[in-house]
Structures are given as C-alpha cells and as structure tokens.
C-alpha cells in the first residue's frame, strides 16, 4: 500500500497507519541484516567454537556448571558464571590466593580406583594437559573419560598445524553413529597427535605459559571432589528411565563402562559426561 | 534412525511408533488439502455459505486460532519485555503454537478469500477503510515476526547447528529476540483488535454493533483481552497434553502457577469488562438500534444459556479458580479451569461469527441456519492435522521444553536421595 494506490488521503489515519506498519517492517527488516551482519563477522573472526561453547554451557542443567570451588566445598552455593574460564575469575583468583591448591606433583593418585597421576592439569571436560620438558603440552584423556569411551570406532584428531582453543573442540570420538567431542584445556597449536597406547592424544605449542595459562583447569586436591561428583553424575546418566538409581558400595568402573548397561546409549552417556548436551 | 536429529539426554519414541502417530494426522491433512482444493478450483459454492451467511465455520476457526496463538506474544511479552524468566520454559513451545495457529488462519483464509494469484491485491489495493486490511498487515507481519521467531528453534536442532553458519546465525538472532518480542506483541495487540473491532463496527448487525472510544467500539478492547487471557490458558494446556501423551515431565509446576495466575487475573478482568459491555448493549445500544436485547435470545438454539455460558460458566468460573492459589494448584482444578477459558473464548468467537449472522435484521428477514459442508469441515480438520503434525514434529526434532533434561536429572536424583533416606 502506497501513497498512489486508490483510496490513499493524506490525512492522520492514513499517515500513522502507514507509518507503523512502515516502521514494524523497517524494524523487522533491520533485525535480521544485523543479524546476518553480526554472523559475518563472527565467522571472519572464528569465533564460531567459542559461541558453541556458550551455547553448550548455557543447555547444560544448573548442577552441572556449578563453581569449582562448591565442588571442593570452600563455597555453599555458586554457578559459573564464566562458562568454564577462570582465567579471568576475580572469585577463583581470590579463593585461590587464599587457600592455594595442594599439590604432591610426584604422587599417583588412585582416585576411586582409578589412575589420575597428580603430576598433570585436568579439565572437566575430561581431558588433560601435561607440561613436558621442551615446553610444549600433551594432551589425553582421563582414564574416566577412556572407560566411558570404552573402544570408540575412531578418534578425530585435529592435524598438526590446527589452532585449537580452551573450550573449543580438542578432539571427537566416534562410536557407531555418535560423535562426541572433547573440549580443549588449552589454547595453543597442535604440533604432533599420538595415540591410546602412546599415553596421549595430541602435542601442542601453548599459545601462553605461566600459572595464568592452567588457572581453569583443576589439580591436586581439587581432582577427589571433582571425580566423586562425576561418578555422582554417571550413576544418574547411566539409571534407566523409570527405575530407581542403584547405589554403588564398591568396586571400579569398567572398562567400557556403557557396555556394561544393556539399555543405555554410548551417546547420551558421553554426551552428558563430555559436557557436550 | 533418526536418533541423531534428537537432542541429547531427552527420551522420544522410536521412530516406527512416531510414524504410526503422524500417519492418521497426515491422512486428515491430506483429505483437508483435498477438500481445500477443490474450493480453490471450484469456489464458494463448495460450501454452504452463501451472500447473507458469508462468515462459516472457517472465520469461526480464524478468530478462535489467533486467539489461542496469542499465547506467542504474551509468552514473549512477559519473558522479555517484563523479564518473567520462569516462563523460558515454555517460550519455544509458545512460538510453535502461536506460528501454527497463525499460519493455519492465513492459510484458512487464503482459502475462504480464494484467487490465491491475486493474493498480493490486499496490500497494492487494499480498502483503506476496512479493518480486516489493519487486520490483514498485522497478521501478516506477525506471521513473519513468529517464522523468525521460529528460525532459532530449528536452528538449535543437534544436526544442524553442527554447520557454524547456522550456529552463529541462531546465537545472534536469538540476542535480538527481544526486539522481535516487541514488534509481536505490537502487532498482536492491534490485530486482535481489530478482529474484534471488525464486528463492533457493523451498524447492520445489531447484534454484534457496540460503541466504543473513539474510532473503536468496545470489543476491539474485548478482543486483546480475551486472547490475552486465553493465551496463556492454552499454552498450559498444551503443555499439560503433551506431558501426559509423551509421558514426562516437560516444566517445573510453578511455571503452570505463573500461566493460570496471568490467565485468572486478565480472565477476571475481561469478565468484568465483557459484563459491563453485555449490560450497556441491551440497556442501550441495542434498544436505540431499535432491536430489544431480549429478541435476540428467542430464537433457539441461541437461548440466553449461551449468554450465561459465555460469561459465567466460561468467564467468572474458570477465572475464579485460576486466581484461586490452593484451587489452581491441583492439576484436577487448574486444566478444566485452563480449558473452560479457552472453551469460553471459542464461544465468544462463535457467537460473535455464526449467531450474529444468523440472526434475523428485517422484517421479512428469515432466521438462518447455517450447518458447515463437508468441505469446510476438511479444510478446517486440515488446519488441525497441520498443527498437531508441525508440533509433533517441533517437539520430537527440536528443544522446545528446555528444562526437559535437567527435570529428568532431577527426578533420578530424588530417587537416589529418597533410597539413601531409607537405608
């Protein structure tokens, strides 16, 4: 409808009528190329995992982003509000200062019966990072995360020369028709990728070094808690829907630790564990 | 089969059970489009509307869709214009519904106006002074505003948003959601309007003429109202349905508390207005257009029963309850509450379409009866089909229930906790 359509008049009815229904669609208009325009510069400035990331933070339950620091009890209650990036966390940086973190960096912890050698940082993603001595990082996987894994058909490992990014996919194992990827502890470049057997899974340049470079990833002392939680969150992924959760009084994880479930799904599982909703 | 299409950590049937499920309601739609088609192909004279009776059973539809839909910009309006996060739980579901009801009027009403090529002439040509072209842009628009709205649902899909474009672009809409909640809720409150504003103009029809403020008579005000109130009704209802059909527990029940409180109070407010209207029109308009109100009820089926249904048993009752805290917290008071009100929209809908043109204006006006055919009624039930399959679909292939997964974490977690409590 325009001015020189038939029955148009130059009168406050007309004029406002149109106006609004003018300025909705302008509205609506500039809505969606602001959209497309913030999309084009996102992708131009790869930022595309480190949005999934958010996004993926943002889908998981309440309980799953719950702070490190309520994990190890020193807070009653607190969700991250960092996605998983205490790099830049004034509560983390404080706590820290105040009750650093204990560390035996010669001690292998047998930690719920599993392996979980002190000597190396941990993400809750289930993945760490070990520094070695020519200052690049390896990284694997816990041997939590190898027993949900069980034997993947596959590991995607990034090649050499790929960037990879804290938070951002490290690498993704594959099962079937299920693809769950494992989030990266580190920002850094990946300079070699190694194998089950091997001990560890990729070698990166570190984008950064120092104690500020590892401040997200969990140590020491902070692995029991954080391990007793995930086996917590395992025994409620792994119940079936309807029947009650089983208490565990003993014993280790499987190896292959879905295997052991006839009614459950490798994906959900991992998915759940990997913090990959 | 399709289990990679489905969200992580939420249960859905097997595909084979889902496709039995989806087979009878593409049958009906398919027999709707039949039905449809041939009133395309062949025109009006496939129904039993005629010059006198032009309204049938499909504006009935129309006006009683939209307003369920209103639920869509309430929801948003609520969620983020007064920033009541409680109800993120629903907004997914809400902008389903509103689209298929939305696009199901549309769609509807391509079919009643008919030459669908000549669609474009509503708005090169439209009559300036008719409030179904006010009605018409709004729909429109807010039609285009809900498939936006829509755009990030289907974007969230675990497959699709595997392609960064798709990702990046849902994360980005979904920041400027709130600027579409707006225009929506803008819209809204004008069609709805207009809708109802369209029967108060008509002088010729006593029945459904009123007076109003300014350029509106009184039920273009009833009309926002009433979908306002009923909105949110239906989103709880809906809500309430599939719980119970997919068996699982898809919001917290504080979020049904919130949708009845909203409902019961503009319920309550929208039975007082429409009491204050009924008894201004028979005390008033209606004797000086020369018509006694009381000559309309004499013509059956339309008895003052429907009156009194209308208002009363559809309007006070439910809205009493819904405002009611120990009354609406019981499921067994809170749905028949949510569907009478919507019950009692509908009626308001049938009545202002089927009795108002059915009722006699001249002397040597007959009292019409006006029964659908059987392709009205196909188009209509293809309008159904449509929405039960897209929701079907929504509900299986997208995340319209957010908090589904961490409820299902919880209840496990209860479990666990209540068996520690026993040992």
Redesign the interface.
Known sequence: MLPWNYGFEWNTAHVTFLGAFYAVLAIVATTVVRTLLRTRRDLRTHRAESIRWQSDFHDLPPADRVCRHVLTGEIQRRECPNAFDCRACETHARLIAQHPVAVEPQAEDETLGMPFPLDRYYHRGHAWVHPEPDGSLTIGLDELGWRLAGAPDAIGLPKPGAAIHVNGPAFHLHRGRADVRVLSPVDGEVIGTGSREQGWLLRVKPAATGERAFRHLLRGAEIRPWLVREMERLQLVLTPAGAAPTLADGGVPMPDITAGYADTDWDDVCGEMFLCP | MD??FI???V?RCGAGRFLLWILPWTAMLFFGLYAAGLCLVKGLNQTNMDNRFAFGLWIFLDLTVIAFGAGAFFTGFLLYILKVHELRAVINSAVVIGLVCYSGAVAVLMVDVGQPLRAWFT???????SML??VT?CIT?YL??LA?EYLPIVLKNRKL?EI??F???????H??IY??AG?GT??SFFHQGSLGGLYGVLRGRPFAFREGLF?WPSTFFLFILSAAAVGPSFILLTTWLVEKLSQKRLVRRNVFQILARVSGLLLAVYTLAKSIDTLVWINRTSPESGFPAAEYYSWKPFGTWILIAEIVVFGLIPALILLTPRLRARTAWLVPAAAMACAGVALNRFVMTVQTLALPTLSFDPFLSYFPSWQEIGTFLAVVAYGVLVYSFSFRYF?LF?EE??L???A??A??ES??VE?
Do not use: D, S
């Open positions: 289990k990679e969200a992580r950590g249960e708005f090169w040509y439209p009559n300036v002074h072209t006010e842009f628009c285009t505003v936006i948003r960064p474009r990702l990046v672009f849902e994360h980005e809409l920041k400027l600027v579409l225009v803008f819209l350029i995340k957010p997964r961490e299902r974490i919880e496990r977690q479990e666990l068996e520690l040992r």
